[in-house]
């Protein structure tokens, strides 16, 4: 079994990242390495209900208590009324301080449940077992949980880092092709903004064409050494936010550069209401990052064709769609929580694996790039 194991280090804390194919069948000894032996409770995502069973069977088979639950999928669980479910759930069955909470799922179960454990008696112990690849190299990593208020996503949080990340990629194997794609965008912007070595390996693995041939940048999972190969890959794209993580724990400097291709992929992503998916937008931000970053002179315009390239052999699109608004992104724009006293902060390509931050990025410029 191939593993890598990263580790987040914060002025607060430490904790081991774990990346493999087939890893989770090794959950009871990662938990125990990790002094974690309360009673288990694990959130499951609904469509990963037999996987929890699995789990729950083979935590019990190793001496732990277990609690399962499973929460609905989608974005409208990340809700007060989830939230109250879970602690309902915990408080009746008796929670205690040294118990530990499992996150099952995508980013969507990792911030609730991971928002729960940080709340539940003053905060209990979480374990993040991503399901998504957008979870597994962004999400899971990095302690932000929360849950949305009808006014807004992600408004109401916390920060309550993880004790253990464990990232299986043959969770991926169910993963519908369209969601698996839209993380690739995440791995994609890891390269780009940090990491010239992983934006080749990638570039390397789309040339030798092993996807499925109907459904790009999906593969067949019972393929060990693909399988080995985007695992290394997936790894690779998790050091990035480890790293970034571990250099900037609370958000206060480089953990904006995070951010790249947000800044109009949210704004994206608002506008169309969800019709697209957030890796999606953010392909359309990235492109359109670049293309401000080749305005100001500061970065090559044959970076704006690589990465375009690169998106494009992972399934993703960067044309902005012909029905938006594109004044109402400019509006939008000057909301998004990266602005900081007026100025939007611009995370922008210099080369491949290098961003600056600028806050001086002229309107007319972002008008021109909008306008193609
Ligand atoms: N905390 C952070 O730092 C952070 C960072 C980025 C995003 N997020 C949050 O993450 C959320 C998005 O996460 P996501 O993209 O993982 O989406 P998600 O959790 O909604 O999962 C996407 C879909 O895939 C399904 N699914 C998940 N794993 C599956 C599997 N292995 N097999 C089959 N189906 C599966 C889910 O049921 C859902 O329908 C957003 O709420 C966003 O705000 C948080
Ligand atoms: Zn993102």
Excluded at 1 to 9: A, G, K, S, Y
Excluded at 39 to 57: C, G, K, Y
Excluded at 74 to 90: A, C, I, P, T, V
Aim: glycine share 8%.
């Amino acid at each position: 079994m191939i593993t890598t194991t990263l580790t987040v280090t914060t002025s607060t804390t430490s904790y081991p990242v774990i990346v493999g194919a087939g890893i989770l069948s090794n959950l009871a000894d990662y938990l125990a390495e990790c002094a974690l032996r309360g009673t288990a409770w694990i959130v499951a995502d609904e469509h990963l209900t037999a996987i929890a069973d699995q789990t729950a069977a083979h935590l019990t088979a190793a001496g732990y208590r277990v609690h399962t639950t499973t929460v609905p999928s989608g974005e409208q669980s990340k809700s007060f009324g989830e939230l109250n479910r879970l602690y309902d759930w915990m408080i009746e069955h008796g929670i205690e301080r040294r118990d530990v909470v499992l996150a099952l799922g995508g980013g969507v179960v990792g911030d609730l449940a991971g928002f729960a454990a940080a709340t539940i008696l003053r905060g209990v112990a979480l374990v993040q077992i991503p399901s998504t690849l957008l979870a597994m190299v962004d999400a899971a990593v990095g302690g932000k949980t929360g849950i949305n208020h009808p006014l807004g996503k992600n408004l109401i949080g916390a920060f309550h880092q993880p004790r253990l990340v464990l990232a299986d990629t043959n969770l991926l194997a169910t993963l519908p092709a369209r969601e698996l794609r839209a993380g690739w965008a995440e791995v994609i912007k890891h390269g780009v903004i940090r990491d010239a070595e992983l934006f080749d390996a990638l570039e390397t693995l789309a040339a030798t064409q092993r996807w499925h041939a109907d459904n790009p940048a999906t593969w067949d999972a019972t393929d060990p050494a693909l399988t080995g190969e985007l695992t290394n890959i997936i790894a690779r794209a998790v050091a990035v936010k480890v790293d970034v993580v571990s250099r900037d724990e609370f958000e206060r400097g480089e953990r904006i550069t995070l951010n790249y291709g947000h800044t109009i992929g949210h704004a994206i992503e608002q506008l169309l209401g969800y019709r697209l998916l957030h890796g999606e937008c953010v392909a359309i931000g990235m492109d359109a990052a670049a293309r401000i970053a080749v305005a100001l002179g500061i970065c090559p315009p044959a970076l704006v064709e690589r990465q375009r390239n690169l998106l494009a052999a992972y399934g993703l699109s960067t044309a902005l769609p012909a029905d938006l608004d594109r004044s109402a992104i400019l509006t939008l724009i000057g909301r998004d929580k990266k602005v900081q006293a007026g100025n939007v902060r611009w995370v922008l390509p210099t080369a491949i694996g290098q961003v600056v931050v600028r806050a001086d990025v002229p309107l007319a410029v972002v008008e021109a790039v909008l306008a193609g």
